[in-house]
């Protein structure tokens, strides 16, 4: 589990993004398939204490391409609340 984020939240349109992957390679692919989506404006990678990679992006939810922006034209609130159990 990973300490409580202190961070403040991204400015308005856009979206903090975390990957946590056995492998930086793992890693790295999904956020090239996270970047086709959306334009990126940083990208942050740090080790995970218990081995693998955690890779932070932040993305610009305004300047989606096609099909990002169609399915957050669509989308809808889950009807899930809450965190997965080992979120904080």
């Known amino acids: 589990m990973y300490p409580t984020?202190?961070?403040?939240?991204?400015?308005?349109?856009?979206?903090?993004?975390?990957?946590v992957a056995a492998t930086p390679e793992a890693a790295r692919a999904v956020a090239q398939v996270i970047r086709r989506s959306f334009a990126g404006a940083e990208q942050r990678s740090y080790p995970?204490?218990?081995g693998g990679t955690r890779l932070h992006l932040?993305?610009?939810?305004?300047?989606?391409?096609?099909?990002?922006?169609?399915?957050?034209?669509?989308?809808?609130?889950s009807s899930r609340t809450g965190t997965h159990v080992d979120e904080v």
């Not at 400015?11 to 903090?16: K, L, Q, V, W």
């Not at 300047?63 to 399915?71: I, M, Q, R």
């Open 48 to 50: 995970v204490p218990e």
């Open 58 to 77: 932040t993305v610009d939810t305004g300047s989606g391409a096609e099909p990002a922006l169609s399915w957050l034209a669509t989308s809808r609130p």
């Open 5 to 19: 984020d202190t961070a403040a939240l991204p400015s308005a349109g856009h979206a903090e993004i975390r990957i």
